[in-house]
């Protein structure tokens, strides 16, 4: 049973098939849940962080079937290059 996050990326495999990309943006928690998630069920997943995030989160993003992508100094600046990468990916 999935509820939040996991259930909405369940969802969207569902509506969408299995080749959607999920692509977020976090510094902890919510990435290494949509990183687990999303290997979970097979998807893909890119998750944006900051310059600075910590080397374990890194790990954990990982570790969790995560591509990981440093888009920024600051968590606008992530949630931008999020959003282009976004705009450029038909699945995601």
Known sequence: ???????????????HGADIHV?????????IAVACVSNKLGVKCTVF???GTGPDTV????QGG???ITGGDHH?????SAGD????????
């Open 1 to 15: 049973m999935y509820r939040g996050i996991s259930l909405f990326i369940q969802q969207c495999k569902v509506k």
């Open 23 to 31: 692509i977020a943006v976090s510094v902890v928690n919510a990435g």
């Open 49 to 51: 962080i900051p310059n």
């Open 59 to 62: 790990y954990f993003l990982e």
């Open 66 to 68: 995560s591509e990981v």
């Open 76 to 80: 606008d600046q992530a949630l931008k």
């Open 85 to 92: 990468a976004v705009a450029a990916n038909l699945h995601a």
